[in-house]
């Protein structure tokens, strides 16, 4: 049975935060020195500044990459890619959908977005990665309840109030995603016929990300890096058993 990690003690999140903000610091007051040459660089730093940005903006921007662009969509890849090379059947046919997709990827080339978005299996991969282990479990996504209070299933929640959720049990619900949903099984996104039924699931899962005005911007790329990187994963390396995970 899986167990939830830990919540993140403050202390440790305070200090990923203060290191964050050094090294956008550091990186955009480089950037913006005046012997600095903008032709040197060629991402997505570069483009902000081109675009105008001031260098409180740039290094506002440097600071959500280093913590919601990198950390978490990482955490997510190698979640993912643990349960599905500790699940030879699903490695199996995973290995199988891409070698029908995508049968001459060159060493040189990924596979376009377009292409793992139309791998239906891979992408119940990744739904299922993203529900089994969500990244950032540990935190409970607070948020204040607004002006004039709110109340939900009776209970009375004044104004300011700090609402969280747990995200790890409410990826197990088992009215939501069935009576095995502490297990590792992306095929229950290819059961679930009824669209009433899938939609819910997906909506579940896509909470991983927030919502509304405080949804992560960078959901999209994360999702496309990981599908991206599954692709990889099944296509180039070797078979990996039981006795070689450790």
């Given at each position: 049975?899986s ?6 003690p ?29 032709n ?31 950390d978490?969509?990482a ?6 890619i ?26 040189d ?9 139309g ?6 991969v990744?739904k ?9 479990a ?22 300011g109030?700090?609402v ?13 995603f ?16 009824d ?10 899962v ?22 991206k ?8 390396c ?7 995970l450790?």
């Open positions: 049975m167990h939830p990690p830990p919540p993140l403050f202390p440790l999140s305070q200090m990923i935060l203060m290191d964050g903000n050094s090294i956008a610091r550091q990186i955009t007051t480089t950037r913006f020195a005046p012997d600095s040459n903008a040197d660089y060629a991402d997505m730093l570069a483009s902000f500044i081109a675009h105008g940005l001031t260098q409180d903006e740039a290094e506002a921007e440097v600071m959500i990459a280093i913590v919601a662009g990198t978490s969509a955490s997510l890849m190698r979640s993912t643990l349960f599905v090379l500790s699940h030879p059947r699903v490695l199996a046919r995973l290995r199988a959908e891409v070698a029908s997709t995508v049968p001459t990827l060159r060493l080339e990924v596979v376009p977005d377009a292409k793992a978005r791998m239906v299996y891979l992408q119940a990744v299922e990665g993203m529900r089994i282990y969500p990244p950032g540990g935190a409970l996504m607070m948020r204040d309840v607004g002006r004039g209070g709110d109340v939900h299933k009776g209970v009375v929640l004044p104004a109030t700090s969280g959720v747990n995200v790890w049990s409410m990826m197990r619900r088992k009215d939501v069935g009576e095995d949903a502490d297990v590792f099984r992306p095929e229950r996104w290819l059961e679930a016929g669209k009433l039924k899938r939609e819910r699931m997906e909506g579940v896509e909470l991983t990300f927030g919502y509304g005005q405080w949804g992560c911007l960078g959901r999209n790329i994360a999702v496309m890096e990981v599908g990187v599954l692709v990889e994963v099944s296509a180039r070797a078979t990996v058993g039981h006795g070689d450790g």
